[in-house]
Structures are given as C-alpha cells and as structure tokens.
C-alpha cells in the first residue's frame, strides 16, 4: 500500500495557484463539508504508531509530503532510519531544500518528485523569482551526487502555460526521467475569475493533440518510449485493454497520514471529518475501508479509462456544472488522442521498435496520471 506522511503544513514558498489562493474570496462549493480546524500544523502524534502501522503492511511506500516536507528534515531522517525495513520512500518537494540532504538520505528515495511548471520565466512567474534556477542547481546537485531513482518533473498547468511548450522544455533537461503535469482546475472556488475555457479550446487541447503526435513520433525515432505519465499510464491500459480505478489510487491503494494520525483517503482532503477513515494507533492497513468516487463519474462512458480523474473535487464539487464539463472535456481530448494513436503505438511494438514493458511504471508514486 502506499501512504502520503504530511510532515507539515508549513510551505517557504506562496504559489499562485496554491497558498496565495488562500487569501482570495472564492465561489461557493457546490457541496459543504464539516472541517475539522484542530488539525496540527506540524506532525504531532507518537511516531512508534506509525512503525507499528507500516509493520502491518507487507510492502508499503511511504511519500514525504507537506507543505513542503523538507523543512522538517529532522523527522524524515528519524522516519527513515526507524521505519519498517520493507518500507520504501518517496518525496513531493518544492526543491529548495534538496541541498539540505546528503546523498546517504537522498539516494534512499526511489522517487522525487520536483514541482517546476516549465521553462524559467513561466516558473518563477507563479512561484517566485529566482526558483527555477534553484531548483535546477538542486536537481544537478543530487544526480551528481549519485541519485539513480526517478526524478519527475511535475508542473501545475494553468493558463498561461503552454502545455507543448513546457513539456518539451523540461523533457529536454538531462536530469529529469520523468514529466507529470496537473491541471489547476475544479480545485479552488475560483471559476468565475478564470479564462478557463477559452484556454482549454484554443490552447490546452490542441497543445495535448499535438503532444502526443510528438510523444509516438520520439518511439518511432528514437526507440524509446518518453515517460510523460499522463500519456504512459494510460496508453499502457489502452494496449492491455484494461480499466482503472481513480488513478492516483486514492481511497483504495493510495491512504493520507495527517499530521495528527488520522488516515484520509487524499492529501488534499486534511480536515475533512466526513472522511476520517481512523487513527494509526489503533488500526492496521487491512481496516481502511474503500472510498468510492461517486455520480457522474460512475455513469461515465469513459469513466474505465479516467477513473474518476480527482476525488476530492467529485466530493466537494469546487466548480459548478459548466466547468466541470470543460474539465471532463479534456480527458475526452487525451482519450481521443491516445485513442487514435494506439494503432501506430501497437505496431511499433509488433515490429520490436519498443516493447510493452516500455509503459511499465511505479503505480500510485504521486503521478495523478490523468491531469
């Protein structure tokens, strides 16, 4: 099983599309929900729960997450050092503070997962001047340092990206394996301030058409299938001929640690005491009930290849019907463009070009897959 540790809420960056919405007035959600306010900033509870807990689990992937977990680097060593042999850990950070670990720490993750939007004015332009350079000079620090695990690249994806361009961009950087990008959509209560779907039709869209065009060309090539994981996890489903569950495995394969214990299904839904599942020191994994994700999804005729796309926007329903249509629209464009480009993916691999086994990943690794 897999489980996000949130260390802390405490975050040394204000994003634009996270924190600094926080002090924006916002619509109203189309479903409440009671919060639980007493939820502690920083991880609170005995830590010998936690190794107790993980014990029960026979292999469990434990993420480091926040905030931004590397400002409490003190309990990811002692976690590290005291958990379960059988654990393995993987980490979202922003990348400011990679520097802060030696190798010995860092070349134990078999994932990291960076936060960088794209090129560096578009970067910096929602998370600060001067990031995307440290950032980078953090990320050349550890491979050189000797990091062999996966290093992804994740961006948040909003309007003023340009989705080909910033893949391409950071595809092209020697240190990363991995692109993974989300869309900041039907996550705040901001649709009535956004240009969303004028972006979505003139821009976003094409930009995945066009990207996945790219995407099978790079296996004609070059031999090699590029792991951008919106495309990779679910094309490989679409070779296989199989469906999914919510991909990012959350509520069934996927649990959240809050800082005070208690198990979620998410780590986006701290506080929400509807979704309590229990307390680490009185449950084991093999007790955490399923979370299911409810209406439309569960109608859709698509809903084997989505999966759901986010749980906690289909419980609290940020965004009203028209734009949560426009979200849906674009897992319509990237079924459809992966859709229509199986055959020629499936010849590649008929001719030995590339294998199937090229698609292979690590499920559940903070890759939401669909964006």
């Not at 910033?166 to 901001?190: I, M």
């Not at 999914?244 to 998410?266: E, F, K, S, W």
Request: with cysteine; aromatic share 10%; charged share 20%.
């Amino acid at each position: 099983m897999y489980y996000h540790l949130i260390l802390t809420d405490t975050c040394n960056l204000c994003c634009s599309y996270c924190r600094a919405k926080d002090f924006e007035e916002t619509d109203p959600c189309g479903r409440e929900v009671a919060v639980d306010d007493a939820v502690p900033s920083d991880l609170s509870f005995d830590l010998t729960y936690l190794y107790r807990f993980l014990s029960e689990d026979r292999a469990p992937v434990l993420t480091f997450y926040g905030g931004e977990p590397l400002l409490r680097r003190d309990l990811i060593e002692e976690v590290m050092d005291n958990a379960p042999p059988a654990c393995r850990f993987m980490m979202q950070t922003n990348g400011l503070l990679l520097d802060r670990l030696g190798p010995e720490v860092v070349n134990r993750f078999s994932t990291i997962l960076v936060s960088v939007d794209g090129p560096e004015a578009l970067t910096n332009a929602h998370r600060g001047a001067g990031v995307y350079a440290r950032v980078m000079k953090n990320v050349r620090a550890i491979r050189a340092g000797g990091y062999a695990g996966e290093l992804i690249a994740r961006m948040t994806v909003t309007e003023d990206t340009d989705i080909e361009e910033a893949v391409l961009h950071l595809a092209g950087l020697p240190d990363f394996d991995a692109v993974h990008w989300q869309l900041d959509a039907n996550f705040w209560g901001d649709y009535s301030k956004r240009h969303f779907a004028a972006w979505v039709e003139e821009s976003y869209n094409p930009g995945i058409r066009r990207l996945v065009g790219t995407w099978v060309a790079k296996m004609r090539d070059e031999g090699r299938v590029p792991r951008w994981y919106p495309f990779l996890g679910c094309m490989e489903d679409l070779i296989l001929g199989q469906e999914t569950c919510l991909r990012c495995g959350c509520g069934y394969a996927n649990y959240t640690i809050m800082t005070d214990g208690t198990v979620i299904p998410c780590p986006c839904m701290v506080g929400m005491k509807d979704w309590y599942l229990g307390h680490i020191s009185c449950i084991t994994p093999h007790d955490l009930p399923v979370v299911h994700v409810g209406a439309p999804c569960t109608s859709c005729d698509i809903g084997g290849f989505c999966g759901g796309r986010c749980l906690y926007s289909n419980i609290l329903l940020p965004w009203p019907q028209e734009g949560r249509r426009l979200v849906c629209g674009t897992v319509r464009n990237l079924h459809d463009a992966l859709t229509t480009a199986l055959p020629g993916v499936q010849e590649l691999i008929a001719e030995g070009t590339i294998s199937i086994s090229d698609f292979s990943h690590e499920h559940f690794n903070g890759c939401e897959i669909i964006p």
